[in-house]
């Protein structure tokens, strides 16, 4: 029972965060209309708003927060970047707590990980076109998962220990 909590309230945590860092992305850059008009006209787009940051590696989005403050470029793509780790994090920690034991809260956690890293590793069979809406250029697809599956196991245990440390259950 505490598995199926701590996924589904990640994987709700994971959405909603993901797609209200977007919208408010997208408002301060002034884009909002040409994003629900891309929508339109390409539906998939969602996949990439819900499940975008799980396929960023957590370092790699240290280091572009790190570099857009320190040039001083606070903007629209600060906000984007501090989504990619915000939403993970707040996920995780929703996980922790709603799952029952340790098992159950990493375990929540990391499907939650896997599964968005597996649904835009099928964005890349079905229609490459869409993950060039975040500039991923799709060549093979089978590398394209493995890679979206490295990232979301990397994701999983960067931020499933998070999960572990808000755990209900004593540590000892």
Same mark, same amino acid.
């Given at each position: 029972?505490?598995?199926?909590?701590? =996924?589904?309230?990640? *994987?709700?945590?994971?959405?909603?965060? &993901?797609?209200?860092?977007?919208?408010?992305?997208?408002?301060? $850059?002034?884009?909002? &209309? *040409?994003?629900? %008009?891309?929508?339109?006209?390409?539906? *998939?787009?969602?996949?990439?708003?819900?499940?975008?940051? #799980?396929?960023?590696?957590?370092?790699?989005?240290?280091? %572009?927060? /790190?570099?857009?403050?320190? $040039?001083?470029?606070?903007?629209?793509? *600060?906000?984007?970047?501090?989504?990619?780790?915000?939403?993970?994090?707040?996920?995780?920690?929703?996980?922790?707590?709603?799952?029952? &034991?340790?098992?159950?809260?990493?375990?929540?956690?990391?499907?939650?990980?896997?599964?968005?890293?597996?649904?835009?590793? #099928?964005?890349?069979? #079905?229609?490459?076109?869409?993950? =060039?809406? /975040?500039?991923?250029?799709?060549?093979?697809?089978?590398?394209?998962?493995?890679?979206? =599956?490295?990232?979301?196991a990397v994701n999983g245990v960067f931020y499933g220990c998070f999960s572990l440390l808000f755990t209900k259950e004593?540590? /000892?």
């Amino acid at each position: 029972m505490g598995l199926g909590k701590a =996924l589904g309230f990640s *994987l709700l945590a994971l959405i909603g965060l &993901n797609f209200l860092f977007v919208i408010i992305t997208q408002t301060i $850059s002034g884009d909002l &209309n *040409l994003l629900f %008009s891309d929508i339109s006209s390409d539906p *998939l787009i969602i996949l990439l708003i819900f499940f975008g940051p #799980i396929i960023s590696m957590p370092g790699t989005v240290f280091s %572009s927060i /790190y570099l857009q403050i320190s $040039s001083g470029t606070i903007g629209s793509s *600060l906000i984007q970047s501090i989504g990619f780790i915000i939403s993970p994090f707040v996920a995780s920690l929703i996980a922790g707590r709603t799952g029952e &034991n340790k098992g159950g809260s990493f375990g929540g956690w990391m499907l939650t990980a896997i599964i968005g890293a597996v649904a835009l590793g #099928i964005l890349a069979f #079905i229609s490459p076109a869409t993950l =060039l809406y /975040y500039g991923i250029p799709v060549l093979d697809p089978i590398v394209v998962l493995i890679s979206f =599956l490295m990232s979301g196991a990397v994701n999983g245990v960067f931020y499933g220990c998070f999960s572990l440390l808000f755990t209900k259950e004593e540590m /000892y």
